[in-house]
């Protein structure tokens, strides 16, 4: 029977605005599932959404919708990115369904029948962002030692889990398998941090969140967020249902791969929660480091007024999903954090892909087409440095697989990458273009391209888990199947006479001073979409302000009409925003205005209003607006739209 592979990411927040970091685990991971997919194993890849907790309630309770409609677009997105991104995972969960729940509850009811599950009273410092609870000692000057920012008290009645019981098998656990947590600094930093002063009980329920997993055996309580969500791990396996046969094949996961700043919940809350289950421990937790921008976490909110690129739709349409895949699998050193620069993205992509490997492929198919019209000529005896080139290319799978066993991506990147390198200089060393020159030496040149065509398809075969499209291009340029795995990895396995086809440049050379300036641009247009949401948002208290005086033809610019709404809906990605359909006339134009809290959409439909229908159109959380509705504001909070006082039809002009 095949070797079982069970490897996670953390599911994420569906916070939106997503960004490269967010990508980061999810890439690793994907890869690392087809790596050992090729490896002949048998691979469960998981990934999902933690969607209960209080942030989504208060976010959906701003909006004046349901925590579901709220989540169910930025869910899709999510899907969407590692849709472009081509991962491909066995299994998304999301924490709101069915069997998850069920899931958890089961857990719940396991361990308060056990004991290990009890009732007392919660005081402790809450981080809404980070759904996290801290002690008071915990906090970094008074605020979330994770991510600084404002903490509230909060006490309350809460079911606690005795995490206080497990602290010394945790202690053994490090001690006895050194491998369980890596790298070996964030075990450290577990150990001197939480462990050797022991753990106090944790709290696992909340009466002040509703959105939640109810518990069983007192539903006033739902299940605390971090419980919840780190037990999509085994629901996921049908853990706690009438189907437990992926649990039971796949149970344990041999890699729970994570961010450094959660590493504390999977390294000591997880391994108890499996010894209070009496169930087998996670085989490796590794506590990968973070993006940066100007030294911080990429976070969304903190990107600052840097020109960097970091959204990952907008990537992948300019540069493709390998550039991007590529760049986050290669650039930074496992483990650590590394630094995101734009520049620093086209370079790597630039230099190893267009040139290095784009430029080997493109110039060995092009010279079996011209001087053997596309049949791929014999092999010869060894040359010069034929050996030392065939020998590195044989080699490389050895490296890429002890790379990948050691999770470290980076390294075999860097394996294939160098027998790329070698080849081009085994081009300049050959002078192939020389030896066509002189047809006493087509034999040699016949054996110097079907080297290089071999180096090219074994490159290919051992860039399957990490490029999704180049692989399978080259390959087919060699007539091979896309399914060509790690058997096909020996030297020599091309047939004389196979078709081969041109390949044109797969990675296209960027001019990087350009293509910056056209990032920038990009990057400060999306800006500019930003402050213009804001804006429109505070506009209503800005109304308020005097105004310097105007001359009649100042005012005589702006065009106003009245306007039909035919159609309304909220803007999800923010809780100030309705997006109206007005009918002007004949004409009918999508709207958005910053109204969400004082009308609904259903209050808004039907209503005649008056438009400013000669504004330059913007786009205002990616929804076009064409103009702007009119309404009074007295300052104090109060806010109603300017309508014509008799019936009047739309498309009147107001003067
Ligand atoms: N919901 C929790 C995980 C629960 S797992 C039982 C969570 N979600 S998250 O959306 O905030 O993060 C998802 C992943 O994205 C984490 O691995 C996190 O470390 C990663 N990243 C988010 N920003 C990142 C960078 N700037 N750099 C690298 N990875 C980072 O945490």
Redesign the pocket.
């Known amino acids: 029977m095949a070797k079982k592979y069970y490897i996670t ?5 569906p ?1 939106g605005n997503w960004h490269i ?2 990508c ?2 999810t890439v690793i991971c994907d890869a690392l599932a087809r790596f050992h997919t090729l490896m002949g194993e048998d691979v469960f890849f998981l990934t999902g959404t ?1 969607e209960h907790g209080q942030k989504v309630e208060k976010e959906a309770a701003k909006r004046g919708i349901t925590p579901r409609e709220f989540i169910d677009p930025l869910v899709a997105e999510l899907k969407d990115m590692w849709r472009l991104l081509d991962v491909r995972y066995d299994r998304f969960i999301r924490t709101t369904d069915g069997d998850h729940v069920k899931g958890v509850q089961r857990v719940y009811q396991k361990l308060y029948e056990s004991g290990d599950i009890y009732k007392s009273v919660y005081t402790g410092y809450y981080c809404t962002p980070c759904e996290s609870f801290w002690t008071e000692s915990q906090l970094a000057g008074g605020k979330c030692p994770d991510c600084g920012r404002e903490v509230t008290l909060q006490k309350e009645e809460s079911y606690f889990f005795r995490l206080s019981k497990y602290a010394p098998r945790i202690l053994k656990l490090y001690e006895e398998n050194p491998s369980f947590l890596q790298p070996k600094s964030r075990m450290n930093e577990m150990v001197n941090n939480f462990l050797k002063a022991g753990l106090t009980d944790f709290s696992v329920s909340r009466t002040t969140v509703k959105w939640g997993v109810p518990l069983p055996f007192d539903e006033k309580h739902t299940a605390y967020v971090w419980i919840d ?2 037990l ?1 791990y085994l629901t996921a396996l049908g853990y706690g249902t009438a189907d437990e046969s992926l649990f039971e094949r796949y149970w344990p996961a041999d890699l729970h791969l ?2 450094k ?2 590493v504390r ?1 999977h390294a000591i809350i997880l391994p108890a929660l499996m010894m209070a289950l009496g169930l087998p421990l996670p085989k490796q937790i590794y506590g990968h480091g ?2 940066l921008i100007g030294g911080e ?3 969304k909110s903190k990107e600052n007024a840097r020109p960097e690129l970091t959204d990952p739709y907008e990537l992948v349409k300019r540069y493709g999903a390998d550039a991007v895949r590529y760049y986050l699998l290669r650039e930074i050193p496992f483990g650590s954090d590394g630094e995101y620069t734009t520049e620093r993205f086209l370079l790597r992509v630039n230099a190893d892909l267009a040139n290095d490997l784009g430029n080997l492929v493109s110039r060995t198919t092009a010279m079996i087409v011209q001087n053997f019209g596309g049949k791929l000529p014999a092999r010869g005896p060894l040359e010069g440095t034929d050996g030392e080139l065939i020998a590195m290319a044989e080699g490389a799978f050895e490296r890429v697989k002890e790379a990948m066993e050691g999770l470290n991506a980076p390294e075999a990147l860097d394996a294939v990458f160098a027998v790329v390198g070698r080849a081009n200089k085994y081009i300049d060393e050959t002078t192939p273009w020389i030896l066509a020159k002189d047809e006493t030496k087509r034999a040699r040149l016949g054996a110097v391209l079907y080297n290089l065509a071999e180096v090219c398809r074994m490159c290919a075969v051992l860039l399957k888990p990490f490029l999704t499209k180049a692989p399978a291009l080259i390959l087919k340029s060699f007539s091979c199947g896309e399914d060509m795995g790690f058997n096909a990895l020996p030297f020599g396995l091309l047939r004389e006479g196979t078709e081969v086809v041109k390949l044109p440049p797969i990675f296209p050379r960027l001019g990087v001073k350009k293509e910056l300036a056209e990032v920038e641009k990009l990057v400060s247009a999306q800006k500019k979409q930003q402050n213009a949401i804001k804006k429109e948002e505070k506009n209503m208290a800005e109304g308020a302000e005097k105004k310097p005086e105007i001359s009649i033809d100042d005012f005589g610019k702006v065009e106003l009409k009245i306007g039909e709404v035919i159609a309304c809906e909220r803007v999800v990605k923010s809780e100030k925003l309705l997006h109206e359909t007005v009918k002007i006339g004949e004409e009918v134009r999508s709207v958005v205005s910053g109204i969400a809290k004082f009308y609904t959409p259903e209050e808004m439909v039907g209503k005649k209003v008056v438009v400013v229908t000669n504004l330059k159109p913007v786009k205002l959380c990616g929804v076009l607006s064409e103009g702007m509705i009119l309404c009074a504001d007295d300052g104090k909070g109060g806010l109603a739209l300017v309508s014509p006082e008799k019936a009047v039809e739309s498309g009147a002009t107001v003067r």
């Open positions: 990411t953390p599911i994420y927040y916070s970091g967010h980061y685990t933690d969500a780190l999509n994570v961010g700043e959660i919940f973070w993006l976490k990429l976070s």
